[in-house]
């Protein structure tokens, strides 16, 4: 049984349709990402799922009972807010015992439960210090001590990384990972940007304007994109659009594309990943093109390559020192080609929101 | 001819200092000033536009020196992080507003305006207020502003940090695009190094007030002078190793070859992680357990236990690797570097 | 970024005028304890402690009923809401005198003897009728304050305490009271003073009962001026006093957490809400809006030709209408080119003296009015000054916090952002006060001329105490009351000096709403 469903979930606020119909189910143990830009319904799903918000149609089940109508504080979750506002009022080691304080825990019992949690995030000689004395980083990692203090099993994520720097947001992202299947949890994590619900999850959710637009592995979503969106909102795609000219072939600006497979319809929309493209390799089905500009971005370069009409990014780790305007040839291996219909219209795919 | 030049410059904001700055910012390429938060970067934006009085030293604007003039003459274009629209303006009221300062004539302030609009995209939204519109629209309207008074220098203050991760990926390259267009020296600030590497022709790394490095790009980036600076761009290996010989050091029980010269007895290796190969021959192989694995879409990104300490290996090509697998990693000399300390790094 | 000598020479006579206007007159009758000597009898003892008990009693039945009601205004949404919120601001607006008369008709009236029999009678006047009418007039205070407090308290505080699983009741006085405490405290402060310092409407409920402010004017038309400047000083010292307490109970104190009783705080959020929104609305209706209002309601047929024209010609009345509002109007643009300079010294904390001000100005609000018009009286008498201009002083004096607090709070909500892009734009720091900050903060303006003129116009003890032959329109009221002869023409006024405060209260949310 999941541990968590929705179904058919639907919010409305006065015009604004912010959830419509979404439907998922995430296992017991499972660590989930639900992933898009912002104004796409996330953050209100989480809420919902949190009970912070009703939703104005739909059911949420946690392990198959239905929990719409209970309060917040009767949900037994851990929830991290992206403004990780510790009580300003409560010293670090008070905010821990929190969630115990209100069910009138026994105070020994309260003291041993904060210790070891502010233990597991490396804060222990904070406990007596107050929020204001702490970085954003530290100020977050409590509040993941505090939302795992009351031992509920299930943790929401409300974005918790946006506000932080870069690298305490990354350790942090690592941290909860670790701490999550090392303590068994369920994690819903909410998040705009997509590394992030790559790296950590096991399952991911990609949400567009209140609708879920495709779900699974990580690893399969990246490399299987049911729609341009999806192909561009994770990592990042180059798009063609090109007409079919054969079985498992396309043309678009005077060069012939190898396809995987036969395409759907007369016209497709190509897109290739940049660090899948192949610059200079000897083989007959690259096309030559040239180099327009090139951006050193650390690990790798991108290389704004053009043949004919078509602008491409490429991107490669090799830095094979080419310069602008030198000619090379390319290559789109047909494996790496994602092949979309013209059921879908690109402007409209890649448009913000 | 440098066109900002800041000369043993302090300045305090609050908590923030800075100290003891000298630096030169190069005229028509797009600079970034890039540092956690804390390290001074927005400070220093302020100082150079005006809007701080520094406690000592110069700010020098195309050979004028400029330290005591107030803001409103310096000329100079300002973005900020949070956009400071005026709540009570139209879009069009906004960045109009230093045109309309200098009572030009009525048309010809409606003609460079809606330009300005229609090169950021919001030709059609020149009648609504700020509390109308989106966080990525707010901050075309601010870069409106600061660009419709036409100066050559524009300062960003953090301009994509409140966006989401997509329009923050997107606008990057328009940012880069508007400024080539119109030949502006900018001066970018923030603490993404992600973002720093896509814009940058130069860059500059701030710690507690003070330019570690700067220079080019790719120079800061393959050649860092610091500890602090190959941690805080890209993602770096430090490898606390003992000297054996001019090109050697022991780490782990295994001998390391560098083409850097080693002095001392004790040296801090470092190597980015996406230039650790898995599986290669040669030198420099180590060997170690994988204990955690990423995939972060067009790269994998491993955590290897090797005797003990994490090694980070990232990597474009596929591989079958998992939590568990023993591997051998391959170190390549030339892509060592050597620091005499590990970084000091705040937890 | 200076403003340049012109500007240093500007602030230097705001604050000289500050300083000596505002400032001087509630001093100079404290130095009375070293001059005209010091004499406090038992009767002057006795009403002092009178008004202290007073104004205890109606802060304590404030704040209990002002913590729901903030609550419920700030959170929650009802249909209903932004009426509840207008209503409740009236007895704010509303000069003290008709609210007198409006709550002696209401809890003293006879229309309780003819709905339930000859021989019921709510109240009559005295110690009871006393609190019930400054109840009144407080409690707006206290629900802004805290209600304010709770808008500034981030709800994301509130959400993780109900995820942690505290239970609404327990959220809120674990989480979100501790956080208002400073709001609390300080709106009880305002309700305090501002119950030491009425007189006018506590002249016509009180019967037998001495108030302090009360007998200040009853000593200084008697012609005891020391008895007077005693009470004054007293008053003055008890209520520094207490003001020094409670600011430093609040920042030194912490709310107690107490102990958590899960099942009894959830079954009180739970149930209990229902009944405790009921029993808020219950005591508002009851004991602050009917009561506010009943001058109206009971006697709406008043508003006839023949009213209006003996209101025409009743030339006490008109000539005390004319004063009030010639006082008011005066004291108000006086009041008004002084306060914004006064707004930015305390907001931008200019020459480190922002602290300073801020707290003179609530100083000001210590010194209950009759006190104040007394000590203006006694210095300006020494040099023969005509009692209208020594009236005028007074009401720019103790009016002028009312006009201060709200340019200097909108000032510091201006964000110094928007200042400094002006200022990159191309704007100098006049131009930019002039096209960002000075629109930014019109609505505060608006509403502290508003305020400030109806709190003039509401004034009687310090009116009372600087001469016995100039009536403004409250103190005509209640010489009339207390005559027994408040008739058609009168009350016909109040009406209309209520309907004038309700559009001015509505003019002042309506500039609010357009920001």
Known sequence: MPKIQTINLVKRFEKVTAVNRVNFTVGDGEYVSIVGPSGCGKSTVLRMLAGLEKPTQGEILFDGKPVTGLLPEDRNIGFLFQSYELFPHLTVGENVEYGLFVRAVKKADIGSKSSELLKLVKLLQFSGYYPIHLSGGMQQRVALARALATGSRLLLLDEPLSALDEKAAVMLRYEIQKSSKRLGLTVIHVSHNQETALSSSDKIIVMRSGKVVQSGPPRDVYLNPSSPYVAYFLGDSNFIEATVTGQAEAEASGIRFRLPEKPPSRNVILAIRPEKAVLNDKNPASFNAVVMDVNFLGYTTEYAIQANELKLRVRTAKHDYLKKGDGVTLRLPPKDMMVFSDEFDLSRELSPG | MPQINLVDLSAVEGVVEVKDLNLTIEDGLYTVVLGPSGSGKTTLLKVIAGIISPVKGRVIINGVDVTDMPPEKRGVGFFFQNYALFPHMTVRDNVSYSIRLQKTDEDLVRQTVDEMLDLVGLLDWADAFPNQLSGGMKQRVALARALARQSKILLLDEPLTALDALLNARLRSELVGIAKKLGLTVVHVTPD??????????????????????????????????????????????????????????????????????????????????????????????????????????????????????????????????????????????DILAFKDKPEVEM | MAFGFSSKLLYGFVILFF??????????????????????????????????????????????????????????????????????????????????????????????????????????????????????????????????????????????????????????????????????????????????????????????????????????????????????????????????????????????????????????????????????????????????????????????????TALIHNGLILKGVVISFFVAAIATIVNLVFAIPMGVIISKNKFRLGHVFDTLNDVILLVPTSALGLSLALFWGNFEVNELLVLVLAHISFSFPFMVRPVSAALTGVNEELVEAARTLGATPYKSFKTITFPLIKPAIIAGVIMTFMRSLSETGATMSVSRNIKTITVVLVELFEGGQVGEEAILACILLFALSFIFLVMIKRSHGEE
């Open chain 3, 19 to 308: 300083l000596f206007i505002v400032f001087f007159p509630p001093v100079y009758i404290l130095s009375y304890i070293f001059g005209g000597g010091f004499s406090l009898s038992s009767d002057s003892l006795g009403a002092v402690v009178n008004s202290f008990k007073i104004a205890l009693t109606v802060v304590a039945l404030d704040v209990l009923f002002a913590l729901p009601l903030s609550w419920i205004l700030a959170r929650k949404k009802f249909r209903h809401r932004l009426l509840v919120d207008t209503l409740v601001d009236m007895p704010l607006v509303v000069p003290t005198s008709i609210l007198g008369i409006s709550v002696y008709m209401f809890w003293g009236g006879e229309w309780a003897a003819s709905l339930f029999g000859p021989s019921v009678h709510l109240f009559s006047k005295g110690y009871w009728m006393i609190i019930l009418l400054h109840v009144v007039f407080t409690f707006p205070y206290l629900v802004r304050s805290i209600q304010a407090g709770l808008l500034q308290v981030s709800r994301i505080h509130e959400e993780a305490a109900r995820t942690l699983g505290a239970s609404a009741l327990t959220m809120y006085r674990t989480i979100s009271l501790p956080l208002v405490k400073k709001s609390v405290i300080s709106g009880c402060i305002l309700a305090f003073t501002r119950s030491l310092s009425e007189t006018g409407a506590t002249m016509m409920v009180a019967g037998v009962v001495k108030t302090a402010p009360v007998i200040v004017v009853e000593y200084k038309n008697a012609g005891s001026v020391s008895d007077a400047a005693a009470v004054s000083i007293v008053l003055i010292l008890a209520a520094a006093a207490l003001l020094v307490i409670a600011r430093f109970a609040s920042i030194k104190t912490r709310v107690p957490l107490f102990h958590v009783y899960p099942g009894t705080e959830k079954f009180l959020s739970a149930r209990f809400s229902g009944v405790r929104d009921a029993g808020v609305f219950f005591f508002v209706a009851g004991f602050i809006l009917l009561p506010t209002a009943f001058i109206v309601l009971a006697n709406i047929g008043v508003v006839n030709a023949s009213a209006f």
């Open chain 2, 193 to 334: 190094q992600e973002e720093a590497m896509e814009v940058a022709e130069n860059i500059v790394v701030m710690k507690y007030g003070r330019v570690v490095q700067a220079g080019k790009e790719f120079d800061v980036y393959t050649k860092p002078c610091d500890p602090f600076v190959a941690y805080f761009l890209g993602e770096t290996n430090f490898l606390e190793a003992e000297v054996c010989g001019e090109h050697a050091a022991r780490f782990n029980g295994k001998t390391i070859e560098t083409e850097v010269r080693l002095e001392g007895s004790h040296a801090v290796l470092a190597i980015r992680s996406e230039k650790i190969e898995f599986d290669k021959r040669g030198v420099n192989t180590l060997q170690g357990r994988v204990v955690n694995a990423n995939f972060l879409g067009s790269l994998d990104r491993f955590e290897v236990d090797v005797g003990g300490q994490i090694v980070t290996v990232k990597t474009a090509k596929h591989t079958h690797r998992k939590i568990g697998d023993l591997v051998s990693l391959q170190l390549p000399p030339k």
